[in-house]
T-cell receptor, first 107, second 116 residues
């Protein structure tokens, strides 16, 4: 299996930066997704990394290192609406989901 | 992206009965998938709905329990058969296709099922 590991919970203050790390163990995959899921809602697409390196998209950035089996999602200038679960997802002919990291943004 | 709708949005059912969930997309898509998300857990793939042929089921899921139809490129159904309280979950469909963004899956709003 992919053994996708990410922290269960993180708390940060409005306006701050939070980095959600994800490690995995797999021999090969097409790419790595990050999805956001608000409580009671469906997951929504945030980013997709195929190549190593940093992908920046507004306040959110995602990084991938295939050699290290590691990815992170960086959330900058946190807003209250960013309180949600963030899912690290491997794309290997099917999607394999991590358990998710619940981020709580406090005022 | 794509606009995806699911019916019903939620339901409460008695054990032993069956419920059919519908997933409709506003554009033709190559792939449609069905997932389950049990309370407090992440998503688990049930099966890939194939247009014109039998669905491809993941380990632990069987056709008798979760029959799936996909009569065309915009519609699919998932039936949860002979339900038990353990089937209480959120069921989500997702779609993927080159026209809406290669390799990216977009999710429907989900169907919240409670089995008593």
């Amino acid at each position: 299996g992919q053994n996708i590991d990410q922290p269960t919970e993180m708390t940060a203050t409005e306006g701050a930066i939070v980095q959600i790390n994800c490690t995995y163990q797999t021999s090969g995959f097409n790419g790595l997704f990050w999805y956001q899921q608000h409580a009671g809602e469906a997951p929504t697409f945030l980013s997709y990394n195929v190549l190593d390196g940093l992908e920046e998209k507004g306040r959110f950035s995602s990084f991938l290192s295939r050699s290290k089996g590691y990815s992170y999602l960086l959330l900058k200038e946190l807003q209250m609406k960013d309180s949600a679960s963030y899912l690290c997802v491997l794309n290997d002919y099917k999607l394999s989901f991590g358990a998710g990291t619940t981020v709580t943004v406090r005022a | 992206s794509a606009v995806i709708s699911q019916k019903p949005s939620r339901d409460i059912c008695q054990r032993g009965t069956s419920l059919t969930i519908q997933c409709q997309v506003d554009s033709q898509v190559t792939m449609m998938f069905w997932y389950r998300q049990q309370p407090g857990q992440s998503l688990t793939l049930i099966a890939t709905a194939n247009q014109g042929s039998e669905a491809t089921y993941e380990s632990g899921f069987v056709i008798d329990k979760f029959p799936i139809s996909r009569p065309n490129l915009t519609f699919s159904t998932l039936t949860v058969s002979n339900m038990s309280p353990e089937d209480s979950s959120i069921y989500l469909c997702s779609v993927e296709g080159l026209a809406i963004g290669p390799e990216t899956q977009y999710f429907g709003p989900g169907t919240r099922l409670l089995v008593l």
